[in-house]
């Protein structure tokens, strides 16, 4: 019990500490492998308009398949539906542009299930079109109730 009021208090002060810098600390440990862990664990603690400026870093976390995807879009759903709706197509739009395979699509669409059944259509009608053919099987599988 001592080691974990250690911890929590190590924790708020770092925070403390990061100050006006939090946010950016946190964008760049967010996409270095070797802080990506701890930054997860960090995005707990900072008020939920904080994370919300992180909304582009989560994306392209939840964007491929990593051991940490899971905690990611736990991370992602936790922000407010509303305003996630409002803002989570145009936050991926760069991920799908520059996409070099269907991977994105999937985990996107994957994420995009656990939000929104209307969001994940919107996507996947969308990948049905795309020009490679395997973005377009994705599409389809998601369409068709076989994600």
């Known amino acids: 019990m001592e080691e974990f009021h250690v911890h929590t208090q190590a924790r708020a002060k770092l925070l403390r500490k990061m100050g006006d810098q939090t946010i950016e600390t946190l964008r760049g440990a967010l996409l270095s492998?070797?802080?990506r862990a701890a930054a997860l664990d960090l995005l707990w603690y900072i008020p939920q308009q904080?994370?919300?400026e992180l909304l582009p870093e989560l994306l392209l976390l939840a964007s491929?398949?990593?051991g940490c995807i899971q905690l990611v879009r736990a991370h992602i759903s936790a922000m407010s539906r509303a305003w996630l709706l409002t803002q989570i197509e145009a936050s991926s739009e760069e991920i799908l542009a520059t996409a070099v395979d269907d991977e994105p699509y999937r985990r996107l669409l994957e994420l995009y299930q656990e939000i929104d059944v209307e969001l994940m259509h919107r996507l996947a009608r969308r990948a049905q079109v795309h020009s490679d053919e395997h973005v377009r099987e994705v599409g389809n599988?998601?369409?068709s109730g076989g994600s």
Do not use: G, I, N, V
Request: aromatic residues 24%; glycine residues 0%; negative net charge.
């Open 50 to 52: 904080e994370k919300q």
């Open 64 to 66: 491929f398949q990593s």
């Open 141 to 143: 599988d998601f369409l």
């Open 33 to 35: 492998p070797a802080f």
